[in-house]
T-cell receptor, first 113, second 115 residues
């Protein structure tokens, strides 16, 4: 069975700091990868996704993620965070041969103004 | 205005009672899902359905039941057999279940508290 690990459970940054959230998965086959974000009081929404092609994926609000197959990783990055990025971030993996999403435990990001 | 609606937003239940959470979508999606969200554990799949009148157990189906009588509706019943039902429940849907570039769209969630 596949699993997803997000090693940072809580991250606190000041505005303008750079962000990198780790995501590692365990599955040997082809995968589809996602980052979802849950802003306070709002729906879970898709931030970005990787299916194939360029391993560097651009998402909404200046976020990007890089798929490194050899490291089974899909880390989320943003060069300069804003207070409005305060949210919980979830990495998710879908085995290409399967149907289901497996989510990581989430990372709570707090950005101090 | 397309989307997924869940009701109620907050729900309180006494121990020993069954309770049903509503999920409706008007996105014409084939697949629907129920997740449970607990702090530090992310989202865990309870049940999913790829077509009307068909559904499959997810990773933590014990103590839950579902039905899919209509394409747009996928209610979840939390039964008294669920040992630790207090949680945040999220419903999702996607255009298709198997293959394709399908992403899941989520509802606003229902927070269930057992008193």
């Amino acid at each position: 069975a596949q699993s997803v690990s997000q090693h940072n459970h809580h991250v606190i940054l000041s505005e303008a700091a750079s962000l990198e959230l780790g995501c590692n998965y365990s599955y040997g086959g082809t995968v589809n990868l996602f980052w979802y974000v849950q802003y306070p009081g709002q729906h879970l929404q898709l931030l970005l996704k990787y299916f194939s092609g360029d391993p560097l994926v651009k998402g909404i609000k200046g976020f990007e993620a890089e798929f490194i197959k050899s490291k089974f990783s899909f880390n989320l990055r943003k060069p300069s965070v804003q207070w409005s990025d305060t949210a919980e971030y979830f990495c998710a993996v879908k085995a290409n041969a399967g149907n289901m999403l497996t989510f990581g435990g989430g990372t709570r990001l707090m950005v101090k103004p | 205005d397309g989307g997924i609606t869940q009701s109620p937003k907050y729900l309180f239940r006494k121990e020993g009672q069954n309770v049903t959470l509503s999920c409706e979508q008007n996105l014409n999606h084939d697949a629907m899902y129920w997740y449970r969200q607990d702090p530090g554990q992310g989202l865990r799949l309870i049940y999913y359905s790829q077509i009307v009148n068909d559904f499959q157990k997810g990773d933590i189906a014990e103590g839950y039941s579902v039905s899919r009588e209509k394409k747009e509706s996928f209610p979840l019943t939390v039964t008294s057999a669920q040992k630790n039902p207090t949680a945040f429940y999220l419903c999702a849907s996607s255009p298709q279940l198997a293959g394709g570039y399908n992403e899941q769209f989520f509802g606003p969630g229902t927070r269930l508290t057992v008193l």
